[in-house]
């Protein structure tokens, strides 16, 4: 049974371009979250998705990032002219149902450098 | 607003020595707690969550974590410490109805031999 599967494990774009990153849950999980954590600090939440619907991104910055999780095909994080304080690791997690009281199972993240 | 402090930035044990690091939390209504562990250049991985019931719960690797309502806290405590315990760990919130986590800043644990 294979986990939550995130790619690439490493991008580096130059400032102005576009990263994308792709999540794929775990079997049978259809909830996905997406969370950035720089450097010597947390995680912080930036979206929730079911299938082809956003249900939650409040922490998502208003400008240049956007998300989508299709009916078929993985979840995609993208960032749009990329700066140099978009570096960070961007982990997606899973669950089978919605709910605070369920575990989400985390991707090995995605370490974005913006050069 | 929902919040965790995690007030260790790094916590020291030798090997075979009980371990604790400690959480504290701010929540409306009753809280799901959880922690998770992160080895280097790795996604986090589960440990164990608190939901209700009985305020100690077990959880993978030996680990368990204590839930006290009257100090609003879950320390997560092992009884002996392995090398192999060396990680980052971090204790998080449910966030509210929708299921996203918030997270504290994470404790850094080391265990020398």
């Known amino acids: 049974n294979a986990g939550v599967m995130q790619n690439p494990r490493h991008l580096v774009r130059r400032r102005g371009q576009e990263a994308r990153l792709r999540c794929s849950p775990m079997k049978g999980h259809s909830h996905v979250y997406w969370y950035r954590q720089l450097p010597e600090e947390g995680l912080k939440f930036m979206v929730y998705l079911q299938k082809e619907n956003i249900i939650d991104e409040s922490g998502m910055p208003k400008e240049r990032f956007s998300a989508e999780f299709p009916k078929e095909g993985p979840s995609i994080l993208r960032i749009q002219q990329v700066v140099r304080g978009d570096s960070a690791a961007y982990f997606c997690a899973s669950s089978a149902t919605s709910g605070g009281h369920r575990e989400q199972y985390f991707g090995p993240g995605t370490r974005l450098t913006v050069t | 607003a929902q919040s965790v402090a995690q007030p260790e930035d790094q916590v020291n044990v030798a090997e075979g020595n009980p371990l604790t690091v400690k959480c504290t939390y701010s929540?409306?209504?009753?809280?799901?707690l959880f922690w998770y562990v992160q080895y280097p250049n790795r996604g986090l991985q589960f440990l164990l969550k608190y939901i209700t019931g009985d305020n100690l719960v077990k959880g993978s690797y030996g680990f368990e974590a204590e839930f006290n309502k009257s100090q609003t806290s879950f320390h997560l405590k092992k009884p002996s410490a392995l090398v192999s315990d060396s990680a980052l760990y971090f204790c998080a919130v449910d966030g509210g109805s929708q299921g996203n986590l918030i997270f504290g800043k994470g404790t850094k644990l080391s265990v020398k031999p």
């Open positions: 929540v409306s209504g009753n809280p799901y």
